[in-house]
């Protein structure tokens, strides 16, 4: 796991891509791009139906990953570790046009973003950059992930089996805003995230 810590800057995404993701049921995670100094980066965003802590999410988290898979399907898992508090866990299929874009992102850019929404949609924001990532998982098993061809129902079948023993323990996030590659434009309907002040019990960015 690489461990990911606070960000504080201005950010910009897609508007519809926001839109939908506060509008899934939680607890869910979906995937994107975020822009970050003019640097467009993929970006995990997830929402775990309960405040995080500032204390819990002052500290940053782990991030792990790994791929699933047999010799005709892979599927990518995802794990955020909040330490003392709670593990989040997610499951994408990489032959999903979204998932394989963003996945393609964070092997070549060997850096993410990862938003961590609240219930009051207060956002905070993490950051982790080139140096400071394990990818090892993605990188080896890329040239498979990039032409997957894994079917719904196989991803289904594997879900289901990963929930009843997810690992690591932990809470099962939904995997939310598949298919829509609108969702990784950012030309036109952009949407910025901006620091602002928070109550002390939720600090962190406010949706602008």
Not at 7 to 22: C, G, I, P, S
Not at 44 to 59: N, S, W
Not at 70 to 91: M, P, Q, W
Not at 108 to 135: M, S, W
């Amino acid at each position: 796991m690489s461990n990911v810590y606070r960000l504080l800057t201005k950010l910009t995404l897609n508007r519809r891509f926001a839109q939908d993701f506060l509008d899934a049921p939680e607890p869910c995670c979906a995937l994107s791009v975020i822009e970050e100094r003019k640097q467009v980066l993929p970006l995990v965003a997830f929402r775990p139906g309960v405040v995080l802590p500032y204390g819990v999410t002052e500290q940053g988290f782990d991030f792990g990953h790994s791929v699933l898979g047999g010799d005709s399907y892979e599927i990518v898992h995802f794990a955020f570790k909040f330490r003392g508090f709670c593990t989040y866990n997610v499951l994408v299929n990489p032959s999903d046009p979204v998932a394989r874009e963003v996945i393609r992102h964070l092997v070549e850019h060997r850096c993410y973003v990862v938003l961590a929404v609240d219930p009051d949609q207060h956002v905070a924001a993490f950051k982790a950059g080139v140096g400071e990532v394990t990818l090892s998982g993605l990188i080896d098993h890329y040239p498979r992930i990039a032409r997957s061809i894994t079917s719904r129902a196989t991803y289904g079948r594997v879900l289901a089996q990963f929930r009843r023993r997810p690992q690591p323990s932990g809470q099962m996030l939904n995997w939310a805003c598949r298919s829509e590659l609108s969702y990784l434009d950012l030309t036109t309907d952009r949407m910025e995230l901006s620091s602002a002040p928070m109550p002390e019990s939720s600090d962190g960015l406010s949706v602008q």
